[in-house]
Each structure stands twice: as C-alpha cells, then as structure tokens.
C-alpha cells in the first residue's frame, strides 16, 4: 500500500551534485562549478554536496565546495560515494554525464553509484549519440531507465533519445545551457584591454582539439583578410589533454605552420591557456565576431556556442545540433561543414555591413538572456520538486499485518527439471546458461525433508533428484564434492568450495535424520558417513559451521555418532576461541569483519551445545546472536539484512545494501535454535522480525515474496527489487516458512502464546 505525497511539491533543500570541476580544465568542469553556483545563488538555503569525478587524484586543488572526490578508474570509491550519499540526507541526485569521465566499460562505474542510491535522479546528457556502440547503448538505457528526469540542452537530444533508445518523452526536460549575465557592449570598447585597437577580432575558445574544425577557420582567412585587412582571428585554449597525452603539441604546431604557409600569420593568433571566466567574458566582449567551425553534426551542447550568444556575439557556426537549435530564427549564420568558402563568405560579409552585425548582436543578446543560469536553476529545482514529489510514501507497519505464508514448491519446481534444481532466473525465468551447483541442490534436499504439507509422491520424485545430485557431485579421488554443473551436465570442476562442502555435509545430516522415507534416510546416513572426515579439511568458519548443523541433526538422529560428535566438540571450540581472540567491547564476533550467512555462526554454536550439553557453546552462541541481530535492526526497529557492500570491512558497522534473503532465513532459523535451547519468548519475536522482511518489514518496505506462487526476488537495493528470482532467494524464503511454521507452533505452548495465525 502507499500513497503519494500530495499536490504541493516539497521544498528541496539538499542536492547531491556528480561531474567535473574547476580547477580541472575542461568544458565540463566549467559547467558543473556554474550548476552549483547557480543553484545556491538562486536558492541561498539550499545545500549542495559536489561530488568531483577526478581524472589524476591529488593533481587538482579542488576548493572547499567540493564535499568528495571520486577518481575516475576506483570502482569502490564510486560505492564509497553512493554510501555518502545516501547517508547525507540529500532528497536528489543530479549527474553530469559525459562519455569518457567516468570509470569501466563505456562509463558503467557511474551505474554501479547509482544502484546503490536511493535517491531520485537527474541526469544532464552532455553528448547523445546517433549511433552508439553496443556497450554506449548498454550503459545509456541503464542510466535512461535509473533516471527520475533527464535533462538536455537542445530538442534534437530529446528526439535522439526516444528514437534511438525508445526513452519515455515524459521524463526528459529541455532546459538550455546557462550563461553568464554582462551588459551588451560595443566591442571597440574592450579591445584597448588585449591591445586589438582597430582591429576585426573573430574569435573561438575552448580546448584545443581536431573535431573543433579550427582548420577551417585558418583556411578561410586568406580571403577573409582580403576583404577587411584588419580581420584578426584569436584562438583561446589550451589543447585537450588527451591530445598532449598522446603527441604533444603537434596539433596545435600544425596550425601554426597551415596559417604560416597560407600568408596569414599576422591575422592568426593561437593563446594556449585556460582563462578564468572573468577574463574569458572580457575576450568574449571584445570579439566582433565568434566563429564555431565544429565538424562533429551530433554535437549536442555547446558551452562555448551558449556563452558567445549570452554576450551577444554575432556567430558563424557549422550546423551541428547544438548550433541550428540556438541560432534557429536567425539568431546566427549557419555554414556547411569543412566549407571554407562558406565562412569566408559568411564573415567577410559581416565584417563588411557594420548595421547587419549589429543587428545579429542584438538578437543573438536578446536570446542569450533567455538562457542565464537562474533560468537554469529554476529549471532543476522545477525537476527535482517533481521528482521529490512523485516517490510514493509507504505506510510503515504494514507487514506486521500479515501471517506466515504457507510453504509451497511452486516455485522450486519452476525452477527445476530431472537432472536438478537451476541456480539463477531472469525474472522468474530459469537462466540454462549457468547451470546448476551443489549448494541449491543440497538446500533443496533439506526443503524435501521439512515441507508440510506435500503431495508423498511428489516429495519422493523430489527427494530422489536432488539427492541423486548430491550423489554424482561426489568425487572420490578428491573426497571432496564438485558445486558448479553445466545445463549440459559436464562439471566445471574437480572438487567445489570450502562453503559447497560444508552445505552439503549439512543436507546430509538433515536428510540422515528427517527425510520421510526410509530408503532417503539410509542413504543420507550412508553418504554422511563416507564423506564427513573432509570437514576436517575446512579452514574457513562458515564452511565448518555448515558441517556442524549437519553433524548437530546427526547426532539428533544417531545420539553415540562418533564424526559428528568429534565435528561438534572441534569446531566449536574453535568458534568459541574465535570469538575470544577477536572480540572488543563493541565487537562480539567471531571475525573482524561481517560476511554473509553471519547467523549460522551463532546457530551451530547453539545446535551443539544443545546436543552436547555444552552450556559454554549455548552461552557464546546465545551472545554472538544478540549481538549479530542487534546489527541487524534498523532504526525503525525493522530487520536490516548485513548487506554485501559490508562484507570484509574490519571492525566496522554493516551497511544496509544489498539485502539477501539468505540472511533473513539463517537469522530465523538461528533464533529458532535460541528459542528451543532457552524457551525464551524474545526469540520467537526476532524470529518473526526477521521473517517478516519477506513480507515487506523492510528498509524499503517493499515484499520480496510472491505469495501467489512461492517465489522470492534476489534481494533489496536502495532502489527497490532484484526482481529475479534465483534458486538460492526461492529455497531461503521456503525454508523460513517451514521454520517460522514449526516455531509458531512451538510457541503456541507457551503461557502467553503469541497471537499469530499461520495461513
């Protein structure tokens, strides 16, 4: 259930901001450092975090504005960023792209930030490709699909993008570049201040690169000169880097000898720098003319274009996309690309009629003050109410409301067919293509045994498969069981993880003991017995609490059981000396740092001590459980799962992203260990806690479980489902029903039974 928030769109008073920034030399740069000034100059109360993409980390001396820096090529510090983020109360995420600033496969760090942000999104597209590349196209119908709004600075981009990559007109917004705002000058009064008295200055900026078309401009000079001597072009900018990187300053020397070989060296001026905007408005206001010989036609956004229209420029321009929007309606002179004859034609002619240039100048200002950047931040902020305003609110509590669903093998046999159970879907679509592996086949054999209630015959078709599977993933010369299978059957393996090995000892165990049928039940025992001794060769404390519940429901069923007894008494001991040696006042663990499965730890320790008559082992087990599961509460008092960005953080709390459903069965099926070895009432409300996550009790309040068809998605993101639904998601929530099933009713016997009604 939710709502919206109403009618009235909520004040926003916290950005987050991503793209390039001064004092980083590009167009990019500029435009992002304007963005922020704009918004806070517009809006005085308004807080914006910039976060900095860094293409040299520690070369920049960012200011004091900049919140982070994110280099370019660290993946992790673009997760590192999205935790900031998220963390920092911003209500919106707006993102500068542009193709090449960020990291991985045609830029896709960006995406892995955005997944894991909860935040709505506006994204301004500096460059839209007619054309893009397979990965281009992968990384901007991700990015188009995660954004609340698009931002572009021409119409033409909107039609690119739902033309090319069918994106919803309704979320892209036409808001034009920002420009500064200056008095309309004469340029003859500006000139003294570069020394262009008398003069005819045409003039073009920005990084030097071959794409600009500077070429063009140097070969229309002989002819342009010879209609007005006095013509002067001025070319301000350093050359790109990316360019210097790879040969110097060969381009910008060719230049210079093409304006040498042409005669026109005294009329050709190349000023490698990068001018602050003060000064760079100062050369703009001096220009007469401004000239854009650009060659790329897709070129969707111009800062340089929208600064020299903001001043007033008359503009010679190729036709790109950025140009025939913003000079449309003759607000400037368009001209062919490469066409030399065309801009000597079209400047000469400018330079020749001082009243038609006059005349561009005052509709080209006319248009720039359309265009200042309050307009801009007004535009964003008009974007991010909207956005801010569409999230639906969810009504927090509503899935206390609801009972335990009844377990059900729908699901599990979608996922399924005679040689075993599949590992991964697309949506709820098996996935052939990975196969399947022993650790979804071993917790589908301990399903088999706990379900109820099941058709006989179908638990024993199913029993029998998976059983069948365990039995070929068995390699004697190893003594170790292989995990990954291929749709074809041929193993990808000799022998499969620690993790895969210790699971399957437990499907063992469990099936020894609690399969239905007596045939399941003496194989079990029987495998149990060839293959137990490998436990021993388990280094990793997971894998050996995984052969610890199996050797726990071995000794359940078979009391004097040596293996499993000596497998109860080694590991845990081990575990109790694990937590002793890493434990601190605030960290009652048995590692220095969270991983996944973290309940199974405290569970084995209880099982075994149960079993045992240990209360040293229930003790640490009873303590490392309040412990995991008091990590594992949000503030709202909701079952937070240790999301997988935690893992391997030393000593360090658990981040809340990605949620698995594995951690919400191993937290129930740990407190129903609690429940039975204390009789404590408060571990059947953990229980339920945690069980409860499927159902919606969650950080986003949204339902992993398909209650129509006993389906689980993958897990919870900061923005909503893994809508897939894998064998590892489908078996935990299954297995939690079985298990909260078993403790309702255990806790019916209580004195004060809980008021729960299993469906």
């Known amino acids: 259930m939710s709502t919206l928030e109403g009618a009235k769109a909520p004040r926003i008073n916290h950005l987050a901001l991503i793209g390039n920034y001064l004092p980083r030399q ?4 500029t435009f992002t450092t304007h963005c ?27 200011p004091e504005a900049v ?37 991985g496969s045609a830029g896709d760090h960006l995406l892995a930030l955005l997944d894991r942000t909860s935040l709505p999104v ?32 021409a119409e033409k981009g909107r039609e690119i993008l739902t033309r090319v990559h069918g994106a919803d007109p309704r979320r892209i917004v036409t808001i034009p570049h920002g420009v500064p705002d200056r008095a309309f000058l004469d ?26 078309g500077i070429e063009t401009m140097i070969a229309a000079m002989p002819e342009i000169v010879k209609a007005e001597p006095r013509a002067h072009y001025i070319v301000l900018g350093a050359t790109h880097p990316n360019l210097v990187a790879h040969e110097g300053e060969a381009y910008r020397e060719r230049l210079i000898a093409q304006a040498a070989e042409l005669g026109v060296s005294d009329h050709v001026e190349l000023l490698d720098g990068f001018a602050e905007e003060p000064e760079l408005l100062d050369y ?57 004859a065309g801009f000597a034609r079209a400047i000469g002619g400018l330079l020749a009629d001082d009243g038609a240039r006059m005349a561009l100048a005052t509709r080209a200002y006319a248009r720039g003050r359309t265009m200042m950047w309050p307009c801009l931040a007004e535009g964003i902020m008009k974007a991010a109410e909207q956005i801010a305003t569409a999230r639906p609110r969810r009504i927090p509590g509503v899935a206390a409301e609801f009972a335990p669903l009844r377990p059900d093998l729908s699901a599990v046999e979608r996922m399924s ?73 041929a193993w990808c393996e000799d022998e499969g993880s620690e993790d895969s090995n210790g699971r399957t000892l437990w499907a063992l165990g469990v099936a020894a003991t609690e399969a239905r049928e007596q045939k399941h039940r003496d194989w079990a025992a029987a495998m149990f017995d060839q293959t137990a001794s490998l436990a021993f060769d388990l280094g990793s404390p997971r894998a050996q609490a995984f052969a610890m519940l199996g050797a726990a429901a071995m000794r359940d069923g078979f009391p004097s059981h040596p293996i499993a007894t000596r497998i109860l008494e080694t590991f845990g001991e081990q575990l109790v000396a694990l937590c002793e040696t890493n434990r601190r006042p605030d960290w009652q663990w048995f590692e220095i740092v969270l991983a996944y499965d973290n309940a199974r730890l405290p569970e084995a320790l209880i099982r075994a001590g149960h079993v045992l008559g240990r209360r040293d082992f229930i003790a640490c087990g009873i303590e490392t459980l309040e412990w995991i599961v008091s990590r594992q509460t949000s503030p709202a008092g909701n079952f937070r799962a240790v999301g997988t960005e935690s893992f391997g953080r030393a000593y360090a709390e658990p981040l809340p992203f990605d949620q698995q459903p594995l951690e919400a069965q191993a937290t129930v099926e740990a407190c ?56 590892e998601s489908i078996l935990a929530l299954q297995l939690a029903n079985c298990a909260i099933s078993g403790l309702s009713k255990a806790a019916a016997n209580l004195a004060d039974p809980p008021r729960i009604v299993v469906a």
């Open 672 to 727: 129903a260990a609690a429940f039975e070895a204390t009789g404590e009432k408060r571990w059947f409300d953990e229980a339920m806690k945690a069980y409860r996550w499927y159902l919606g009790g969650n950080d986003l309040e949204l339902p992993l479980a398909t209650a129509q068809d006993g389906g689980c998605f993958d897990g919870l993101q900061p923005t909503g489902l893994n809508r897939n639904q894998g064998a």
């Open 122 to 153: 506006i994204v301004t597209l500096h460059t839209i490709l007619e054309k893009p590349s397979a990965e281009e196209r992968r990384v901007m119908e991700a990015l188009l699909r995660r954004a609340s709004k698009v931002m572009v600075m």
């Open 417 to 489: 067919d005679a040689t075993g159970m599949l590992q991964h879907s697309i949506y709820s679509i098996p996935d052939r293509r990975h196969g399947y592996c022993i650790d979804d086949n071993a917790r589908a054999l301990i399903l088999m045994c706990r379900i109820d209630p099941l058709d006989e015959v179908v638990r024993d078709k199913w029993t029998s498969i998976y059983a069948s599977f365990v039995q070929y993933a068995w390699n004697p010369d190893k003594r170790r069981f292989r995990n990954f299978m291929r749709f074809d059957r």
């Open 284 to 340: 703009l206001q001096a220009a007469d003319i401004y000239a854009t010989p650009y060659h790329n036609p897709a070129q969707i956004t111009s800062g340089t274009l929208s600064f020299a229209v903001g001043m007033g420029k008359p503009v010679v321009s190729t036709p790109y996309v950025h140009a025939t929007e913003i000079l449309a309606e003759d607000h400037g002179v368009l001209v062919d690309f490469r066409d030399v």
């Open 26 to 29: 590009c167009g990019l740069a």
């Open 67 to 103: 919140t982070a820096t994110i280099p370019q090529h660290d993946l992790s510090a673009y997760l590192a960023a999205a935790r900031r983020i998220e963390m920092s109360g911003a209500q919106v995420l707006w993102v500068q792209h542009e193709y090449g600033i960020f990291g």
């Open 36 to 62: 922020h000034q704009a918004m806070i100059d517009r809006y005085p109360d308004l807080r914006v975090d910039v976060y900095a993409m860094d293409d040299h980390p520690g070369r920049h001396a960012y």
């Open 187 to 212: 340029p003859d009064a500006m000139k003294p201040r570069f020394g262009w008295e008398g003069r005819r200055v045409i003039f073009t900026f920005g990084l030097l690169a071959p794409n600009k």
